[in-house]
């Protein structure tokens, strides 16, 4: 609980600078494995079906790639609109990418929520005034990701699977 006098109501030290709604935003696509941690994208706007191919295509193989990671792997995405397109679901099958089947009641699953909350809390002890701050301070964190962050989150995945199971696809500590 914060406390202050009533003449200190406008003191300079009592006052948080927020960056004003609508200076801009930026979105964020990554991917992760148990080989670690590969490419991730920022991007304007929302992410609608066609700039998440263009996305996938630029990243995708190039993240398996650089993690040295077999051809069998499956490809984990929630059940976002632009995830469940038509156009994505062909351009999966014509790569042969396997995807997670999703249950619809648990998009919190995603152990990559996790990376974001850890990001959010590397973001806010940032002094972030524009959107190009944030940009910098996005690239600068992600290209450090603790190898041992990533690893703990997917060994958490069976578990994350088998607790949906057992809740019948609903809600999960996850």
């Given amino acids: 609980m914060l406390r202050r006098l009533p003449s200190e109501k406008y003191h300079p030290d ?4 927020r960056t004003r709604a609508g200076s801009g935003s930026t979105g964020l696509w990554a991917c992760m ?3 670690g941690f590969g ?6 706007g929302r992410l609608n079906q066609h700039s998440y191919i263009e996305i996938l295509e630029k990243n ?9 990671m077999p051809n069998s792997f499956i490809f984990q ?7 469940r397109a038509k156009s994505v679901a062909n351009w999966m099958k ?26 959010d809390g590397k973001l806010a002890k940032e002094e972030l005034n524009t959107l190009q701050d944030l940009t910098v301070a996005i690239n600068q964190i992600l290209s450090n990701v603790p190898d041992h962050l990533i690893k703990n989150l997917v060994e958490s995945m069976p578990n994350r699977i088998h ?12």
């Fill in 94 to 119: 014509r790569r042969k990418v396997k995807t997670l089947q999703w249950p619809p009641n648990s998009p919190d699953l995603n152990p990559i929520e996790n990376l974001w909350s850890w990001l």
């Fill in 77 to 83: 995405q929630d059940n976002a609109p632009c995830h």
């Fill in 60 to 68: 995708l193989v190039a993240s398996k790639k650089k993690l040295k």
């Fill in 39 to 44: 490419l991730f994208q920022l991007f304007n």
């Fill in 33 to 35: 494995s148990g080989y």
């Fill in 163 to 174: 607790e949906c199971l057992k809740a019948h696809g609903g809600i999960t500590r996850y």
């Fill in 14 to 17: 009592c006052i948080v600078e």
